[in-house]
């Protein structure tokens, strides 16, 4: 009979090894073991169970703010639902592979979730970007702070369905500011358009500059990182901007070290989808996101 029981250090080398073999899929729980050097996770930001089977763990979950699955399986959600619902639900999103996700969304009793993206591909990069990177993307200082402010308040909104900034905007301004500070934030910021001109005074309605394009380094491994946040200025879509952004964001994160990178997008964004072909980025899985 499966249990469910926190981690400790002494499986540090077992979840180690298992996060390796899908790196893409893993990342952030990889960046989390580089920085605590343990499986034995219990802090307010989350902790990492895991299913044994007797003595032997055959799955991990970090289960905090997010639940994210290692190596699950369908027993493996069912273990874990039972103690989720006798629980109750404190956690806001399930994220990973589609299929597991979606196995467990199903056997919790939290209520009708808030959103339900069933079909994201996971996609990657190892190799230099296949288009000319943009010159112009740069990391962001916290001067530049309103621009990508306003830029990153419309991407979280069209992209989640609400705003980050509904109940006050100084949570979000706080986290949009620690990327800044985290030099995990590229952007092209201009006040005229490529083919000439001034960009209108949108998303941030009190200054000339505006965000044309960004993206944010969401989750960094020492050799992958996941890119989240990515976003372009409405008057320049579909005029090449976004690739060649995004070829600047690879070949300055490969630059820097890191030899893949990686993100997931919904399969209805197919605009975004072909931009990411473009650059070079190919499908390595499929991810779901259920929030609640």
Not at 24 to 43: D, K, R
Not at 255 to 276: F, I, K, P, Q, W
Request: charged content about 15%; aromatic content about 8%; hydrophobic content about 40%.
């Amino acid at each position: 009979m499966l249990r469910v029981a926190r981690l400790g250090h002494q499986h540090t080398g077992w979840l180690t090894s298992l996060l390796a073999l899908n790196p893409c899929e893993n990342v952030y729980l990889i960046a989390l073991i580089e920085i605590t050097g343990t499986a034995q996770m219990n802090s307010p930001a989350g902790t990492v169970l895991g299913v044994f089977d007797g003595d032997r763990p055959v799955s991990a979950y970090w289960v905090g703010g997010n639940i994210i699955p290692v190596a699950a399986t369908p027993e493996t959600n069912q273990a874990l639902a039972e103690k989720l619902n006798a629980d109750g639900r404190y956690s806001c999103s399930l994220i990973g592979s589609r299929e597991i996700i979606l196995d467990l969304h199903n056997r919790l009793n939290w209520g009708r979730a808030r959103g339900v993206r069933d079909r994201q591909p996971l996609l990657a990069i190892s190799s230099d970007p296949l288009v000319d990177p943009d010159e112009a993307v740069h990391l962001v200082t916290v001067e530049q702070l309103p621009a990508v402010f306003a830029a990153s308040v419309d991407m979280f909104t069209n992209e989640v369905g609400f705003s980050p900034i509904e109940g006050g905007q100084s949570s979000y301004l706080a986290r949009v500011r620690n990327i800044i500070r985290g030099k995990n934030c590229f952007a092209r910021i201009s006040d005229t358009l490529p083919q000439g001109g001034l960009v209108g005074r949108w998303p941030a309605t009190e200054q000339s500059e505006q965000v044309l394009f960004k993206a944010d380094i969401g989750i960094r491994a020492p050799r992958i990182v996941q890119v989240q946040g990515v976003w372009v200025h409405p008057d320049v879509r579909q005029q090449g901007l976004g690739a060649a952004g995004m070829a600047a964001v690879v070949a300055q994160t490969r630059a820097a070290g890191h030899t893949t990178v990686s993100l997931y997008a919904n399969d209805y964004n197919e605009v975004a989808l072909r931009m990411y072909t473009r650059v070079g980025f190919e499908q390595v899985g499929t991810f779901a996101t259920v929030m609640y």
